[in-house]
């Protein structure tokens, strides 16, 4: 039994995707892999600050839906 393929996760609007850790350029006519150290680490620390916005703003919609204590009418 094999383990299960991790989905390609892209970037939003680019035309970049990482998919089994590494990074592949992605146009309508195929894909090569991105090989070049400098530009990789840089799509990995791009895709990290993207995944810890989105959970940021994730936290906010959660906080915003939570009932306020000190507020009992639900007031905004």
């Known amino acids: 039994m094999s ?9 939003p ?7 089994d850790g590494r990074w ?5 006519t195929g894909s090569i892999p991105a090989s070049d150290p400098t530009f990789t680490t840089v799509l ?8 810890a916005a989105d959970r ?6 959660t906080r915003q839906s939570e ?6 009418g639900h007031r905004r």
Do not use: I, K, Y
């Open 3 to 11: 383990a299960p393929t991790p989905h390609p996760a892209q970037l």
């Open 13 to 19: 609007r680019s035309p970049v995707v990482l998919c």
């Open 24 to 28: 592949w350029l992605v146009s309508g």
């Open 44 to 51: 990995d620390d791009f895709a990290q600050a993207m995944a």
């Open 56 to 61: 940021a703003v994730a936290d906010l919609h």
């Open 67 to 72: 009932p306020s204590a000190s507020d009992p």
